[in-house]
């Protein structure tokens, strides 16, 4: 697997392409819940991802690792084998739509799945703390908060927002290029979501905290976009 930033900005190419191809890839260790095999690898990760999302496309999730004995298990400790950095959004469990239970994903939810301090706190535990080899920042079609952020930079004068709302499309404004604000209809939104996604994973990239497990092969980020209406996920 290539090292470091390369591995993340082509991840889709060289860990989708085997997971795609419906075998498990890399290796596994236990240590889930039951011994269940947890994997290693990113690629092994995206996989579970994939099967779990074919699952949910096709009506026939599973709707494991449930039941009272499972979540006992549960109880002192946790073995996550992937980390979802998603948006809050009410019509995107990701649980669900990955065809995931109790245990089986570390989510990290805010709106826009945007970076902040706290965020890059949570996944660096996760990564250090409780092994996820992948990171999946999972953006959605209609997003309020990047529609907000897309239309706020095309006001010729700042509208007047809470604090707290504004410190938020600040974190997304800067990964929307200025030549998207002459795009219009749905498209542009839909592109702003994309850029956002990209953006993300650009900054998780980029993070000093997460350097050391991008460079040892780790730790892998990719991108991917919800279709609310088609209910499809598309990696960037």
């Not at 082509?10 to 498990?24: D, T």
């Not at 889930?32 to 096709?58: H, M, S, V, Y």
Request: overall charge neutral; some cysteine; hydrophobic content about 45%.
């Amino acid at each position: 697997m290539p090292h470091g930033k390369y591995m993340t900005r082509r991840a889709l190419g060289a860990l989708g392409a085997g997971a795609l191809a419906g075998g498990a890839i890399g290796a596994t260790a236990d240590g889930g819940p039951g011994g269940l095999q947890l994997p290693k690898e990113a690629a092994t990760a995206l996989n579970r991802l994939r099967e779990g999302l074919d699952r949910f496309i096709k009506g026939s999730s599973k709707h494991a690792h449930a039941d009272i004995n499972w979540r006992k298990q549960l109880v002192n400790s946790q073995k996550p084998f992937a980390t979802i950095l998603g948006c809050c959004d009410s019509r995107v469990p990701v649980e669900l739509l990955f065809d995931q239970g109790f245990g089986d994903l570390f989510v990290i939810r805010v709106a826009g799945n945007v970076v902040a301090p706290d965020v890059i706190g949570s996944i660096d535990y996760a990564v250090d703390h409780l092994g996820t080899p992948l990171v999946l920042v999972l953006g959605h079609s209609n997003c309020g908060a990047v529609t907000a952020a897309l239309d706020e930079m095309r006001r010729p004068v700042r509208s007047v927002e809470p604090a707290s709302m504004e410190s938020l499309l600040r974190l997304i404004e800067p990964g929307i290029p200025k030549s998207l604000l002459q795009v219009k209809g749905p498209i542009a939104t839909e592109r702003a979501v994309e850029m956002n996604v990209r953006w993300t994973v650009k900054q998780l990239n980029a993070s000093p905290d997460l350097q050391e497990a991008l460079r040892t092969d780790r730790l892998a980020v990719v991108g991917a976009v919800y279709n609310l209406e088609a209910g499809t996920l598309t990696f960037l």
